[in-house]
């Protein structure tokens, strides 16, 4: 029901091109962004959009819709820190699939834009993302989400030519639809979602994170610091 419910949304979206004549449904920039057989953990697939260390002894993959807000959230506010404390440092592995959210045709057209656009540039598209999610959505309030969409492929690096012929290509849909479905296999039902080496964990702070994976890695929490006491009188 999700995939024929965003393939007729994904159509609406190219009339609203007036581009009737874009019919080939292969032509990207490029395919879907890999992380490389050689140099992946054991819970990535070769398919998976992956940062940090291959070999590290945890792996955080995150389901989240670029249409969510509780993502965007998350994005802004937890991962900055996150990723400095633990991918940048070689610690975690951090893996992101796409879920459909929130208004899913129109992350459908979001996740199709990081696809056909540079993969190099897929995690910088991904962010920009979430940096206009609440433009775009009261854009597409307002009957606008062609405009707000084409601008969106603009500043990703595609042409509206391309960003038509991107919106046609089914295969690729398929592609991050089938991502979406081992998400659903282990049990998501919400984003953001976070899957600790393997298992669906209940997490969304930096807190909760580091208590999952803080033992994974033989650390131990860190300690906070204690409050300030006033002087005494």
Not at 74 to 101: C, I, M, N, S
Not at 123 to 152: H, M
């Amino acid at each position: 029901m999700i995939r024929t419910s965003i393939l007729i949304s994904a159509a609406a979206l190219l009339a609203a091109c007036g581009n009737g004549t874009a019919t080939d449904t292969t032509a990207t920039t490029n395919t879907v962004a890999t992380s490389g057989d050689a140099e992946r953990t054991p819970f990535e697939r070769p398919d998976d959009h992956a940062i940090g260390n291959p070999n590290a002894a945890v792996t955080v993959m995150e389901f989240a819709s670029v249409t969510c807000p509780a993502c965007a959230n998350w994005h802004q506010t937890v991962y900055p820190d996150f990723k400095a404390k633990y991918v940048d440092t070689g610690k975690v592995r951090y893996v992101f699939r796409e879920f459909l959210a929130g208004a899913p045709d129109l992350a459908d057209a979001g996740f199709m834009i990081a696809l056909c656009a540079n993969e190099d540039d897929w995690f910088k598209n991904i962010k920009l993302q979430f940096d206009r999610q609440s433009q775009i959505l009261t854009l597409a309030q307002q009957g606008q989400a062609r405009e707000a969409y084409v601008n969106l492929a603009k500043s990703s690096g595609l042409s509206e030519d391309e960003f038509v012929q991107c919106m046609a290509n089914d295969t690729l849909r398929e592609e991050y639809m089938d991502r979406m479905q081992s998400g659903i296999d282990m049990g998501v039902a919400g984003t953001p979602a976070f899957v600790i080496n393997g298992e669906l964990k209940r997490v969304f702070t930096l807190e909760s994170i580091e208590e999952q994976i803080l033992p994974l890695l033989g650390e131990d929490m860190p300690v906070a610091d204690a409050p300030e006491q006033e002087p005494a009188e």
